[in-house]
Nanobody, 115 residues
Framework: QVQLVESGGGLVQPGGSLRLSCAAS????????WAWYRQAPGKQRELVAA???????NYADSVEDRFTISRNNAKNTVYLQMNSLKPEDTALYYC?????????WGRGTQVTVSS
């Protein structure tokens, strides 16, 4: 059974930082590309950052130069370092493969950016 467990979210002031983690189990981790997605209230889920099996990364324009995705294959974990957070970054953040396994989503971790 595939499990994706996201953590590290919270309430942060604009300009602050958070580091999200996602632990994957029940799936082969190292041969797949992985990504972070987010869904804000009333909006569709969107891809925020992705990392290939080889470590190449790409980002949504809205987070370029502020967010950094990384992976640790030995720990089956993918990370998202988020700096210079803005109120518009407020959303529920999920990890999944890229492209995603549509039947397997974790509960996500809530990020709220507010003063």
């Amino acid at each position: 059974q595939v499990q994706l467990v996201e953590s590290g979210g919270g309430l942060v002031q604009p300009g602050g930082s958070l580091r999200l983690s996602c632990a994957a189990s029940g799936t082969i981790f190292n041969i797949f590309a992985w990504a972070w997605y987010r869904q804000a209230p009333g909006k569709q889920r969107e891809l925020v950052a992705a990392i290939t099996r080889g470590g190449s990364t790409n980002y949504a324009d809205s987070v370029e130069d502020r967010f950094t995705i990384s992976r640790n294959n030995a720990k089956n974990t993918v990370y998202l370092q988020m700096n210079s957070l803005k109120p518009e970054d407020t959303a529920l953040y999920y990890c999944n493969r890229n492209p995603p396994m549509t039947d397997y989503w974790g509960r996500g971790t809530q990020v709220t950016v507010s003063s």
